[in-house]
């Protein structure tokens, strides 16, 4: 069974960066697409931000493009998510996801297998 944990939310002022990581357990992480999920009150999760298993390929909503950056590190089983110049509207609960299958950049919550508990972020005007 894999488990994923999320931590490095909080709370920052507009503008400002957060540094998200989501530690993998239990599985061949390295295989894994991963994906970069959120939630805000009353809406539905949305797609943040995905890499693939080989090469580090990434894509992102266009909400966060240019802003927010994925990457992964195998060698410690854990994929993160660099938030910068952060806007109120980005105030959420992140959710890590992994797809076991592998599959090319997935962006639907469908498509995932395995789900962190969250972690929030709240950005302040």
């Known amino acids: 069974q894999v488990q994923l944990v999320e931590s490095g939310g909080g709370l920052v002022q507009a503008g400002g960066s957060l540094r998200l990581s989501c530690a993998a357990s239990?599985?061949?992480?390295?295989?894994?697409?991963m994906g970069w999920f959120r939630q805000a009150p009353g809406k539905e999760r949305q797609f943040v931000a995905t890499?693939?298993?080989?090469?580090?390929?990434?894509a992102y909503a266009d909400s966060v493009k240019g802003r927010f950056t994925i990457s992964r590190d195998n060698a410690k089983n854990t994929v993160y998510l660099q938030m910068n110049s952060l806007m109120p509207e980005d105030t959420a609960v992140y959710y890590c996801?992994?797809?076991?299958?592998?599959?090319?950049?997935?962006?639907?919550?469908?498509?995932?297998?395995?789900w962190g508990q969250g972690t929030q972020v709240t950005v302040s005007s």
């Open positions: 996801a992994a797809d076991y299958r592998g599959r090319y950049l997935p962006r639907a919550p469908a498509q995932y297998d395995y």
């Open positions: 890499i693939s298993w080989s090469n580090s390929v990434t």
């Open positions: 239990g599985g061949t992480f390295s295989s894994y697409a």
